[in-house]
T-cell receptor
Framework: QQQVKQSPQSLIVQKGGISIINCAYE??????FPWYQQFPGKGPALLIA?????SEKKEGRFTISFNKSAKQFSLHIMDSQPGDSATYFC???????????FGSGTQLTVLP | DSGVTQTPKHLITATGQRVTLRCSPR?????VYWYQQSLDQGLQFLIQYYNGEERAKGNILERFSAQQFPDLHSELNLSSLELGDSALYFCASSVGQGEYNEQFFGPGTRLTVL
């Protein structure tokens, strides 16, 4: 019930295209859904996050869409750039502890 | 740079040995989290400390232990090491707990058990 499922495992997009990564969760007690970006040799860094009372959040080229009834959320990267090439992790956390349950990750490659 | 520091960056040791990983949180952050990243298990939460007290435990083995000291730095102790313990170990810190505050991750310690 703590699991967060992420897809696809890998994604190749042309420069300027839209990258879409999807996640689904089971535990309805999760109340915070961040996305992390990780470059090789670095720790994960918060990209954008959403609470379940909001259906969409946009920050620059990054948008989270959240569907509470379906228990799904997704990351959209508009106008994808080669510099966006990294591994993206969705995550979910509980109010009490804030420990993060991560998805399995998506390796994004943006071709120039 | 997240402001979270971890030492050492790399650690190579043998099976059966014991190692200590160190984490210094960002200035002002009271919560410290430890995560393990491996190819087969992904990123998994191990344990959380808040202002010196253990607050949550995840998939942490009994051979592993941690503590947070009065100056808020934290140490993760791994003992009786096995080949399968080889992984990246990340420390993250946040201001508090029970709030929507961001966790900042350190650069990690890469542990190799031979």
């Amino acid at each position: 019930q703590q699991q967060v499922k992420q897809s696809p495992q890998s994604l190749i997009v042309q420069k300027g295209g839209i990258s879409i990564i999807n996640c689904a969760y089971e535990n309805t007690a999760f109340d915070y859904f961040p996305w992390y970006q990780q470059f090789p040799g670095k720790g994960p860094a918060l990209l954008i996050a959403i609470r379940p009372d909001v259906s969409e959040k946009k920050e620059g080229r990054f948008t989270i869409s959240f569907n509470k009834s379906a228990k799904q959320f997704s990351l959209h990267i508009m106008d994808s750039q080669p510099g966006d090439s990294a591994t993206y992790f969705c995550a979910a956390s509980l109010l009490l502890t804030r420990q993060l349950t991560f998805g399995s990750g998506t390796q994004l490659t943006v071709l120039p | 740079d997240s402001g979270v520091t971890q030492t050492p960056k790399h650690l190579i040791t043998a099976t059966g040995q014991r190692v200590t990983l160190r984490c210094s949180p960002r200035s002002g952050d009271l919560s410290v989290y430890w995560y393990q990243q491996s190819l087969d298990q992904g990123l998994q939460f191990l344990i959380q400390y808040y202002n010196g007290e253990e607050r949550a435990k995840g998939n942490i083995l009994e051979r592993f232990s941690a503590q947070q000291f009065p100056d808020l730095h934290s140490e993760l102790n791994l003992s009786s090491l096995e080949l399968g313990d080889s992984a990246l170990y990340f420390c993250a810190s946040s201001v508090g707990q029970g709030e929507y505050n961001e966790q900042f991750f350190g650069p990690g310690t890469r542990l190799t058990v031979l």
